[in-house]
């Protein structure tokens, strides 16, 4: 029979290996669509209007030197979910999307991947570091509140942080990109 000590301490070094292992807040995402597309898959060459384009440090490609997406196939990356209260809009909104993460999977980004140059149609661009997108579940949305974002309301896709689950999450607003065309693997 353990006593009170024992369990403190046994508890204690749990909640420490919890806090060790650090990676992607999964409880603030739910799971909308399962991947239709398996990492190291050919990626088909869009056959719609290209929403997204990546290029860098990358080793899948569908054209020339990048890896370029239609909104079906980038949706077929398997797509998420989460509330934010969205602090350019002032309101609770569902975003869905696929995590960046995922993103550098499929893109078969390799592991010395530093940052992510987000670059918008307008030209602005924001870099956001790789350990942003381990520490949080960053998404490229792609759907708010179900429905998709036309140019006009701030799509085709957008960059959304997980705001309200973490109180030191606030620098993130500069990264914060909508009217997304590219990214740039660095």
């Known amino acids: 029979m353990m006593n009170r000590a024992t369990i403190f301490t046994l508890a204690t070094i749990f909640l420490i290996f919890l806090a060790a292992c650090g990676g992607q807040d999964t409880a ?51 797509l998420v979910k989460y509330m934010v209260n969205d602090p350019w809009l002032q309101a609770e909104v569902s975003y869905t999307g696929i995590l960046f993460a995922d ?6 980004a390799p592991d010395s991947v530093t940052a992510i140059e987000v670059i918008a149609l307008d030209g602005y661009a924001a870099e956001v570091p790789i350990s942003e997108i381990q520490e949080w579940p960053v998404l490229l949305a792609t759907q708010a509140d179900g429905q998709y974002m036309s140019i006009e309301n701030n799509g085709p896709t957008r960059v959304i942080f997980p705001y309200d689950s973490h109180s030191d999450i606030t620098a993130a607003r500069n990264m914060s990109v909508w009217n997304v065309e590219r990214f740039e693997v660095k």
């Open 103 to 108: 993103l550098l999977k499929y893109a078969g």
């Open 28 to 78: 603030a995402y739910e799971t909308v669509a399962p991947a239709g597309i398996s990492a190291g898959d050919t990626i088909p060459a869009p056959t719609e209007y290209i929403v997204l384009t990546i290029s860098g440090n990358i080793t899948i490609t569908n054209m020339d030197d990048t890896l370029a997406f239609d909104m079906p196939t980038l949706e077929k990356l398997g």
